[in-house]
């Protein structure tokens, strides 16, 4: 079974420059996270999907960040205008529709904003 | 909101000494998972354990729902142990709150 799949890996930008990172999650698993990992700290939610639907995206800074799932299977993450604070690695996740359900995590795409 | 704190932040063992790292979280849970983080890799789930106590291979997670607390014991530590272990909680819902994360460093 193939697992999370993230890209690109690497991204670096100036600042002011728009990015956009992709995942698609195991197939099969309705829920879809993003997660923002700063270095030396834990993952901090984003936002997240079932299916299409965002659930919950307080976490995502509105005036830059964007995300969307269209089919509830791959989803897009977009920074419209990256800062150097947005330096940090983007992981996405997925896992089946129950609150216990394990998350499956992908490599990440590491950014650095200069 | 929910807040994880995990103890020691860092920790460097000779191989073969224990582990035992700590992971104290603010509000009740219904969902604890720790995992594991390779330097620059991806974060893998070790072991899901909500309450009670969990073994798998040299790893044993106790946690007292009740405390808000909870422990992941790796006996014998290996080389390839170093890396970060995170503690995660979720409460009813699929969103999970993560710690900053013990940082070992297991030395030959």
């Known amino acids: 079974e193939a697992g999370v799949t993230q890209s690109p890996r690497y991204a670096v930008l100036q600042e002011g420059q728009a990015v956009s990172f992709w995942c698609d999650p195991i197939?099969?698993?309705?829920?879809l996270y993003w997660y923002q990992q700063p270095r030396d700290q834990g993952p901090q939610l984003l936002v997240y999907?079932?299916?299409?639907?965002?659930?919950?995206n307080s976490q995502l800074p509105s005036d830059r960040f964007s995300a969307v799932r269209p089919k509830g299977t791959n989803s897009t993450l977009k920074i419209q205008s990256a800062k150097q604070g947005d330096t940090a690695t983007y992981l996405c996740a997925s896992s089946g529709l129950g609150v216990q359900d394990t998350q499956y995590f992908g490599p990440g795409t590491r950014l650095l904003v200069l | 909101g929910q807040q994880v704190q995990q103890s020691p932040a860092s920790l460097v063992l000779q191989e073969g000494e224990n582990a035992e790292l700590q992971c104290n979280f603010s509000?009740?849970?219904?969902?604890l998972q720790w995992f594991y983080q390779s330097p620059g890799g991806s974060l893998v789930s070790l072991l899901s354990?909500?309450?009670g106590t969990k073994h798998t291979g040299r790893l044993t997670s106790t946690t007292v729902t009740k405390e808000r607390r909870s422990s992941l014991h790796i006996s014998s530590s290996q080389t390839t142990d170093s890396g970060t272990y995170l503690c995660a909680t979720s409460s009813n819902t699929n969103k999970v709150v993560f710690g900053t994360g013990t940082r070992l460093q297991v030395l030959p």
């Open positions: 999907f079932r299916d299409e639907a965002v659930i919950d």
């Open positions: 197939s099969g698993h309705d829920t």
């Open positions: 354990n909500p309450s």
């Open positions: 509000s009740t849970a219904t969902q």
